[in-house]
């Protein structure tokens, strides 16, 4: 008799650290308040940090990126502020349309090898929520 192999467990998200979400796609911005954290972590003063990477945009600041499109904070072991990463990169991908919206999902499942292509969007949502996310804008 042949035996099932039982369905590999996998969280419904891990992070495969691909990197492909820091491609700057859509802006990445700071707000004022997150800078200091973010400017130490890189060993530069505040003003520092906003003049090396970033450009200041209706009182927020949008982080630069390279001629290839990758965030300019990405470095070779990945997010150079990861302890203090802005809020839309901690966010990621239990954004509010994504949540809100299958076929957004279907995109960030194409896009983000981290989340379980086994998932159906409404365990991805049950899931989100036990993380504290949900399809509100926060
Ligand atoms: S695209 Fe997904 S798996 Fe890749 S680094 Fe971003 S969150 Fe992680
Ligand atoms: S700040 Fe960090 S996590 Fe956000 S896009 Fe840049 S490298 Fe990626």
Redesign the pocket.
Known sequence: MTQMKPKKHRAPFE????????QGRGGIFLEAGEIAAAAALVDLSPDQFIARHCRERDGRYEVLVGADGACGLMGPQGCRIHQAKPAICRR??FFPGILANPSAFEDARQ?????DPDISHEEFVAYARTQGYSEEKS
């Open positions: 992070c495969q650290r691909c990197n492909d979400c820091c990621w991908p896009a983000c090898p981290g989340i």
